[in-house]
Nanobody
Framework: QVQLVESGGGLVQTGGSLRLSCAASGAYTSISTMGWYRQAPGEQRDLIATITYTGYTTYGKSVNGRFTISRDNAKNMVYLQMNSLKPEDTDVYYC?????????????????WGQGTQVTVSS
């Protein structure tokens, strides 16, 4: 079973930095696009950034150059470096990935989410 597990969240003061990590585990053949999203209680899940296997990145409108997404294909991990954090960045952050796997001789793919990691920025 494929799983994504985030780590690196926590409490930080305004202006501080955090680095989130997400590791993929399980039986799969390859990982395509990976990304980070954020969600406040009662709100929709918003895109922060995505990165393809070859390193092409896209960013959501709320980032404004403060966040950087990267990945290590050898380790099957994606990272989110967050700088100049603000109280409004307080959210649950989710990792997402398109993952390919084989099942009974068939090549299949699925979109997976991690369980989320809380980021809290104090003023």
């Amino acid at each position: 079973q494929v799983q994504l597990v985030e780590s690196g969240g926590g409490l930080v003061q305004t202006g501080g930095s955090l680095r989130l990590s997400c590791a993929a585990s399980g039986a799969y053949t390859s990982i395509s696009t990976m990304g980070w999203y954020r969600q406040a209680p009662g709100e929709q899940r918003d895109l922060i950034a995505t990165i393809t296997y070859t390193g092409y990145t896209t960013y959501g409108k709320s980032v404004n150059g403060r966040f950087t997404i990267s990945r290590d294909n050898a380790k099957n991990m994606v990272y989110l470096q967050m700088n100049s954090l603000k109280p409004e960045d307080t959210d649950v952050y989710y990792c997402n990935a398109d993952i390919y796997y084989r099942d009974r001789g068939r090549d299949l793919s699925g979109n997976y989410w991690g369980q989320g990691t809380q980021v809290t920025v104090s003023s």
